[in-house]
Nanobody, 125 residues
Framework: QVQLVESGGGLVQTGDSLRLSCAAS????????MAWFRQAPDKGRKFVAY????????DYAESVKGRFTISRSNTKDTLYLQMDSLKPEDTAVYYC??????????????????WGQGAQVTVSS
């Protein structure tokens, strides 16, 4: 059974940092592009960051550029999101996703085949 499991969420204050992890199991994701999306309360799920299979292509939403860093370890089948200088507007449930069908799925949600259950990140002001 293929699973993506996020961890590392929590409650922090404005300006703090958090590191999210997404552990993959059930298949090897070393050849797959992966991404982070987030869903704030009463809003739709939105793109945060994307990384291709070897890390040679990375993209971020404008709202997180310069503050968030996406990375991956293919030997550990794990995706990461380092979040610095957090703001209250970063409060959301964060989801990792993997695409098995597209070399560069980028920010298109329907291009991703597997999703995690989500990790809550809450930033207080």
């Amino acid at each position: 059974q293929v699973q993506l499991v996020e961890s590392g969420g929590g409650l922090v204050q404005t300006g703090d940092s958090l590191r999210l992890s997404c552990a993959a199991s059930g298949r090897a994701f070393g050849d797959d592009a992966m991404a982070w999306f987030r869903q704030a309360p009463d809003k739709g799920r939105k793109f945060v960051a994307y990384i291709n299979w070897d890390g040679s292509r990375i993209d971020y939403a404008e709202s997180v550029k310069g503050r968030f860093t996406i990375s991956r370890s293919n030997t550990k089948d794990t995706l990461y999101l380092q979040m610095d200088s957090l703001k209250p507007e970063d409060t959301a449930v964060y989801y990792c996703a993997a695409s098995t069908r597209f070399y560069n799925p980028e920010d298109v949600q329907r291009n991703y085949d597997y999703w995690g259950q989500g990790a809550q990140v809450t930033v207080s002001s």
